[in-house]
C-alpha cells in the first residue's frame, strides 16, 4: 500500500474526502517526524513507537575493490511495533 492508496482508504472509511484525509495524514507524519527529529519518542499505544537510536562507527569494505572504508556513525529511527499490531499480524 502506497500513500495514495493510504488517503483512499481511510477516506473511504471515515466517510470524508480525500484532501481532506491527505492533509490531515501529511499533518500525522509532519509531526511524527518533527518529534522524533529532536530526539522524542513517539509511542501510539496499541500500533508502535518511534524512536531514534545510534549506530557506531565501523569499517566496512567496497565490494567491487574489496577495501576498507570508514563508515561514519548515524542516528537511525526505529519501529517498534506495539502487542495489538503484533497479535493482528500473526492472527492473519
Do not use: H, W, Y
Amino acid at each position: 500500500m502506497n500513500k495514495q492508496e493510504l488517503v483512499d482508504a481511510v477516506a473511504s472509511a471515515m466517510n470524508q474526502s480525500k484532501a481532506a484525509t491527505g492533509e490531515i495524514i501529511d499533518g500525522v507524519i509532519a509531526a511524527i517526524t518533527t518529534a522524533v527529529t529532536k530526539g522524542d519518542t513517539v509511542q501510539l499505544v496499541g500500533f508502535g513507537s518511534f524512536s531514534t537510536g545510534a549506530r557506531a562507527a565501523r569499517v566496512g569494505r567496497n565490494p567491487a575493490t574489496g577495501s576498507e572504508i570508514q563508515i561514519p556513525a548515524a542516528k537511525t529511527v526505529k519501529f517498534t511495533a506495539g502487542k495489538a499490531f503484533k497479535d493482528a499480524v500473526n492472527a492473519a
